[in-house]
């Protein structure tokens, strides 16, 4: 029982764990701003009118290209601090502009998803990149 309580999971697999929290949350954010830039910046633009955002079609572009190289970055674990951070402000964006009039759960466009989304992010931007990143061999942090 003492063994069971006392995991050693974290000694063993620590260093796994950023690494595993920024390669899906990187993921997720790259095809986001895949789908994004494969719908064209008209159809991002459009999206941002329809919630009042102005100087919408100056805001797309910014938001395509944070989740598109914001993710890339956040994979390969380079400059993941300022990755993580840009990233943090765009699902807080999100959050408050389109999902959370909208209740909880996901399936009603609700908060839930982009909430996880925001605390990985925030998770990245204070921990950092982790030992298996481009930040740990560029700067040896």
């Not at 690494?19 to 633009?45: A, D, N, S, Y």
């Not at 970055?73 to 400059?79: D, E, H, M, P, Q």
């Not at 993941?80 to 996901?106: I, P, R, Y």
């Amino acid at each position: 029982m003492k063994k069971l309580l006392n995991c050693s999971c974290s000694a063993k697999w620590g260093d796994a764990a950023p690494l595993v929290l920024r390669v899906v949350t990187g993921l997720i954010f790259t095809l986001h701003g895949w789908q994004k830039l494969q719908g064209g910046v008209e159809g991002v633009t459009g999206m941002l009118v329809q919630i009042g955002f102005p100087m919408a079609t100056v805001f797309a572009l910014i938001l395509i290209a944070v989740e598109l190289i914001g993710g890339i970055a956040l994979i390969l674990g380079a400059f993941t601090h300022w990755s993580a951070k840009l990233l943090v402000v765009v699902a807080f964006v999100a959050l408050v502009t389109v999902h959370l009039q909208n209740g909880f759960f996901a399936q009603n466009g609700g908060y839930e998803y982009i909430l996880l989304i925001l605390a990985a992010t925030i998770s990245l931007a204070i921990t950092g990149a982790g030992k298996w990143s481009v930040d740990r061999m560029l700067w040896n942090r």
